[in-house]
């Protein structure tokens, strides 16, 4: 039987690893996996597993893109290391409101999700908001793709202002709906402000780092403070997840920069809308 649980974590790790970059929720197919197909784990456990294996789609970042990350490179010249720097800087003002907000509903966004201790279900309701973020965001990258017109202001990550920057973080703030994407909410916002496709995207992964680390943290200290016990199994199940996030993340990132080098965002578009119906029916005739 154990087998089976690690045949639905390498699930689990795969949907994370692209989810999470694609803007099409990563929240969103976590729960509904979740609610399919059950992961037989203690529900504290998996309100735990399904935050920290985000850890493993942070690495990817972490590694993909170390030496832009790095402000201490050798090879970088102290003009480099100073826009490295700088970069950081606007990437914590970018967090801090959905860190503020986060911290403010957090309580909120767990009742409509869960039930009794902890146990994981999808309410009728919660599937509805989950679709409906789904088809909304659908549509926004829509029209926004095919009408935005002019010039973009910011062609890479390093044109990104301290105002931009936190402009795109009170998009992300939306991201605490499920079914929103935090990369979705923040690929929106980016372009809204005249962020280019290919740098909205990686201004999304390097937002993704304190604000998921962060997550990850909180998650953790409750599990321990609750004095929830890890068995040698639990143990497997999360290195498990991580690791195949880890390594699913790194091709879905490279994917998504390729693709939007030639394409738009509409294909994701089309995909959230046509998703969001299918949990519209499933939610319905369950």
Known sequence: MFLVEIIKTVLIGIIQGITEWLPISST???ILFNALWPLDVPSEFWEMFSVVIQLGSIMAVVVLYFRKLNPFAPSK????????WSLWAKVLVGSVPAAVVGLLINDFID???????????????????IAAALIVYGLAFIIIEKYKKGK???????????STALGIGAFQMLALIPG????????IGSRLLG????????FSFFLAIPVMAGASLLKVVK???????????LWAILAIGCIVAFLVSVAAIRFLTDFLKKHT???FGIYRIILGAAVIIWAIFR
């Open 223 to 233: 599990f321990l403070l609750d004095g929830i016990s890890m068995t040698g199994e």
């Open 111 to 129: 009742a409509l999700l869960y039930e009794g201790e902890g146990e994981l279900y999808v309410r009728t309701g919660g599937a509805l908001v």
């Open 180 to 187: 929103t994407s935090r990369s979705g909410s923040t690929i």
């Open 28 to 30: 969103g197919h976590m």
């Open 265 to 267: 965002f509409i294909p």
């Open 195 to 202: 962020v280019s496709r290919v740098a909205a995207a990686e």
């Open 152 to 162: 973009n202001r910011c062609e890479t990550v390093d044109d990104i202002s301290y």
């Open 77 to 84: 010249s102290a003009q480099e290391k100073k826009s490295t």
